[in-house]
């Protein structure tokens, strides 16, 4: 009796306590699922969406710019500062728009060991002035001292995003930097990211596909051109009002005639704004020349209202690719 019953308790206890080890060890991953997340802070929409893309319900991803917000007069409150040195992952693009986050790095307030730039995983070009763009240097700026637009000419255009090429290898940057900070779930993260890199591959074949066959190569934006990336991966040409961070919203007479004639001489049907624009420009431009306007989202930000749908990178780049679609044929 003694040597039936012996083993059978030891294997009944054994029992007991694996059961009361996954007990704990779930009601521990219940309670503590917001802190067991990788913090992802990022300061726009499009790596805050590729993180949410690569991590899923393994990240926690805030993005600082609220929906809606302009993306050019960002400044972070305090409270910003304490999340993103609190963060596990900071990401940031590099360009103008986010030399206040190069100022708290000088100044030690925010850790560069966790900090992805987006333009540190791309071939980054400088904003192009081109024939008919207007710029700051166009005015008369006598007496004024100008040393910070002098700095923007020569500055690195920071919209790298807008080239689904550079999604994926900014895509790809994120999926190896979650990989280091939680090498557990490091399957988890390659088989998101190759899945989302598919998609991204998917959405350029497209691009490439639209405007390979064709009647026009121009586009007309008579507004700001955040644009370079996207019109230099599929060979497109364009005009544009003002270069892609100006401050700049209102052109002079020589700009507005400029676009106009580009348009009349072309026979150009359609000319884009980018969203959250005062279209001020681009409806004075249709008026004179019957020109339809269409949207380019330049995805900076999402507007409250597409942020209320969840509307997604991929989203935003297929609408992208109808409208030009439509302007080009
Ligand atoms: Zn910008």
Known sequence: MHTKKHPFGKFAAIIIICVLVLLSAC???NSDVSSDKIRIITVNFPPADF??????????????????????????????????READLFIYGGGLSDTWVENLLKDNEISPDNTLIMMDYVTAVTEEIIRGMQ?????????????????????????????????????EAI?????????????????????????????????????????????????????RYLTDAYGLKYYA??????????????????????????SIPYIFTIEMSNQALAKTVAEETGAEILQLHSIHNRTVEEAAEAVSYLELMYKNLENVTKALN
């Open 135 to 171: 710029h700051e240097h166009d005015q008369d700026h006598a007496g004024e001292i100008d040393d910070d637009d002098n700095h923007h000419r020569q500055e690195k255009d920071e919209h790298v995003w807008t080239d689904p090429k550079n999604a994926i290898k900014i895509s």
């Open 51 to 84: 993180s949410r893309m690569i991590g899923k319900d393994l990240v926690e991803v805030r993005q600082l710019l609220l929906p809606g917000v302009e993306s050019h007069v960002f400044e972070p409150t305090p409270q910003d500062i304490i999340e993103i």
């Open 27 to 29: 009601s521990q991953t």
């Open 175 to 227: 999926q190896d930097k979650l990989i280091a900070l939680d090498p557990d779930n490091a399957g988890e993260y390659r088989t998101n990211y190759n899945a989302f890199a598919k998609e991204l591959n998917d959405l350029d074949d497209k691009w490439s596909s639209a405007v390979a066959d064709n009647e026009r190569d121009v586009l007309i934006f008579a507004d700001r051109f955040p644009f």
């Open 241 to 266: 009002a003002f270069p892609g961070c100006s401050a700049e919203t209102e052109p002079n007479p020589a700009t507005i005639v400029f676009l106009i004639n580009k348009v009349r001489d072309e």
